[in-house]
């Protein structure tokens, strides 16, 4: 295509006329909210709704600036920055139909790993009122078995003995709502966005243990001024492929290095607990509630656990999408069997939900054969998705006498799939986890000591000890060990 340009504010007049771009005027925005962890999620959730605000009322006052705290987060800033906050958020519907558009509510980015004191300040500037998150389950610094804050992780025990010199989110944090404290100005809400079950009390809990560590006055003021609601957040968002990047190029003469994939589904429900105002996110399609819980448990427990159970099983049997999975019907059935007979029973009633439609829904969305979500992605950071996921729903199971054996069959593939890190036909997996090596370690243990993988306690908590699963568990891992046909194995249960 002629006329080709590249994506930024200047350019947006060469690119109106081709696809939809912002229509409010970027200038005229001021950064009510500044989010960490600027990644794919982010732009296709809270930004693009945030987007949808500014494009239909009233609403400059909230913007976005993100904060990168980490090394990795340097190729996003530089590409934020070459092109002024805007990117394409491209929305991909099942039946083929493909929605382009720019966004433009972020307005700013930086790069605090290099820069502390600018990342505080912006935090702690008077025009912020929203701190929101997207840091990742890893990034929340919890023991996953007991739920405490981990105190012996090295950044920590730096920031508490150096708290200007901050490193993670709560160094961050404490020292900007100080400097906020100190000033007199309101508190910021810390909003999480992340798929924690009750994430706002969990980062509640884990800033107020670290703060109270550091700075016990300034921890009471925390827990007095500061609200953490909870959120569920929903959007299924594949990482973005050369692909993506050449379609806009080739049908729109548009050059952006980094535009976000997603599905056309996507869902906010959130606690009306704000420390400083919030925007009136109603106004375009975000559900506030007084209690989040019944939702996020919905959503953790069958489309994240789904995706877990459709990413692991599918690595072993060399599927490489979730939509490939979902073509095949093996998959089908056992997904929508752990579904009905293992998740579903311990959810109870969701007032305003009908399961049967929200499970149908994520079998549709799941094989929305345009997304393509990789089973890599869906894989990676195992250790710290399955215990929230699936392996809270096998306890609850456990405890009330319900059925294991889906979830069971999932965490003996996950032993095999960290030991061997091949599919069936010996074909190399990506593994991706911080985990990698302990993980690999006690799964190798397997073939000597059946239940190695599984005493892993920061992950598994005491679920070695309980003889009925240890009983299914050793059963089933040894019969993939002896034959890796996953889909014989899933068959068996079915």
């Not at 989110?169 to 404290?181: H, Q, V």
């Not at 990789?374 to 990676?380: A, F, K, T, Y």
């Amino acid at each position: 295509m002629e006329n080709i340009v590249a994506l930024n504010q200047k350019n947006l007049v060469h690119i109106s006329d081709r696809i939809s771009c912002p229509v409010y005027d970027r200038d005229e925005i001021t950064a009510g909210m500044v989010h960490i962890g600027v990644g794919g999620f982010h732009r296709a959730h809270q930004a693009f709704y945030t987007h949808k605000l500014l494009e239909n009322f009233e609403a400059s006052e909230w913007g976005i600036r993100g904060i990168g705290l980490r090394e990795g987060d340097k190729k996003i800033h530089d590409v934020l920055k070459k092109q002024d906050g805007l990117y394409a958020l491209i929305v991909k519907h099942p039946d083929g139909k493909i929605e382009p558009q720019i966004i433009g509510s972020i307005n700013d980015f930086l790069l605090g790993v290099n820069n502390p004191s600018a990342a505080i300040d912006l935090m702690a500037h008077p025009s912020t009122k929203i701190v929101s998150l997207t840091i990742t389950e890893g990034g929340y610094n919890f023991n996953s078995s007991t739920g405490e804050f981990d105190f012996e992780n090295p950044d920590i025990r730096h920031e508490l003995k150096h708290p200007d010199q901050p490193r993670t989110i709560y160094g961050f944090l404490t020292a900007a709502l100080k400097k906020r404290r100190d000033a007199g100005l309101a508190a910021f809400t810390v909003m999480s966005c992340d798929n924690i079950q009750h994430n706002g009390d969990v980062t509640r809990n884990m800033l107020l243990s670290f703060a109270k560590r550091q700075d016990s006055a300034l921890a009471n003021w925390v827990e007095k001024e500061v609200c953490f609601p909870n959120s569920m957040v929903d959007r299924i968002t594949p990482v973005t492929n050369q692909a993506d990047i050449d379609y806009l190029e080739e049908t729109f003469g548009l050059i952006d290095e980094w535009p976000v994939i997603c599905e056309p589904f996507v869902q906010w429900v959130i606690e009306d607990k704000f420390s400083n105002g919030r925007p009136k996110f109603e106004e375009v399609g975000v559900q506030f509630v007084p209690d989040v819980k019944p939702y996020e448990k919905m959503k953790l427990r069958l489309l994240n656990a789904g995706h877990s159970v459709l990413g692991i099983l599918g690595a072993i049997h060399g599927h490489q999408t979730v939509n490939a999975c979902m073509g095949d019907q093996t998959f089908v059935t056992f997904l929508r069997a752990f579904m009905d007979e293992e998740a579903t029973p311990i959810l109870g009633e969701i007032k305003g939900i009908n399961l049967k439609q929200y499970k149908d829904s994520l079998q549709e969305r799941f094989a929305n054969p345009n997304i393509k979500d990789s089973v890599s992605r869906i894989c990676s950071e195992s250790s710290a998705k399955l215990p929230k996921f699936l392996i809270s729903t096998l306890e609850e199971n456990l405890a009330q006498d319900g059925s294991i054996q889906y979830a069971t069959l999932v965490i003996a593939t996950w032993c095999y799939y960290s030991d061997k890190g091949v599919d069936k036909n010996l074909q190399s997996i990506e593994i991706i986890d911080v985990m990698d090596d302990e993980l690999h370690r006690a799964a190798k243990q397997t073939q000597t000591d059946p239940l190695a993988f599984v005493r892993q306690q920061s992950l598994f908590g005491n679920l070695a000890k309980n003889e009925r699963f240890a009983m299914l568990y050793t059963d089933m891992v040894q019969k993939i060990y002896k034959d890796p046909d996953i889909k014989k194995h899933m068959l068996e249960l079915l």
